[in-house]
C-alpha cells in the first residue's frame, strides 16, 4: 500500500499541533518546518477540522490546535480519514465461486490487521524520541 500525501502531511499536521500543546499553530509554520506547500497545508487542516481532530480559529491571530488528547488520535483512525482502501469491489461474489470468496476473506483478514496495527500507535507514541533498538529514551 502507498500512503497518499494527504495523509503524511495530515500526520505532520497533527505531530506538530501535538508538541506545541499550549498555543494555536499557524499553518505556514508547519509549511516551513517540513517544507510543504501552504495552500496543500490549507486543504489538510480544513478536513482535520471537518473530521474533527483539530479545532481552527479563523482571523489576525488565529490557528489550530487538537481538539483531542495526542494520547487518544492513533495513526489508525488518520489513515482510515485520509486512505480510500478498496479490494475486489467490483467482483461479484456468487456461491459457486468459492476461490473468490476465499480471496476476499483473506484480504478482509489482511486490511483488519494492518488497520489494528496502525490503531495501536497515538500521536503520543510516534513523537516520543526511539532508540535504534525500538526502545524509547
Known amino acids: 500500500m ?14 506538530f499541533a501535538a508538541s506545541h500543546p499550549t498555543r494555536l499553530v499557524q499553518i505556514q509554520e508547519v509549511a516551513t518546518h517540513y517544507d510543504i506547500s501552504k495552500n496543500h497545508l490549507m ?40 486512505e480510500e482502501v478498496s479490494y475486489l469491489e467490483s467482483v461479484s461474489v456468487t456461491h459457486e465461486d468459492r476461490s473468490l470468496q476465499n480471496t476476499r476473506r483473506a484480504f478482509d483478514q489482511a486490511f483488519s490487521s494492518f488497520k489494528e496495527a496502525l490503531s495501536a500507535y497515538t500521536l503520543n507514541d510516534l513523537m516520543a524520541p526511539t532508540r535504534v533498538d525500538g526502545n524509547t529514551t
Open 43 to 82: 486543504k489538510i487542516v480544513h478536513a482535520l477540522s471537518k473530521f474533527g481532530l483539530i479545532l481552527s480559529m479563523q482571523g489576525r491571530n488565529g490557528g489550530f490546535r487538537l481538539a483531542k488528547s495526542p494520547d487518544t488520535i492513533t495513526l489508525g483512525e488518520i489513515v482510515h480519514l485520509f
Open 2 to 15: 502507498k500512503m497518499t500525501r494527504s495523509t503524511d502531511y495530515a500526520i505532520r499536521v497533527l505531530i
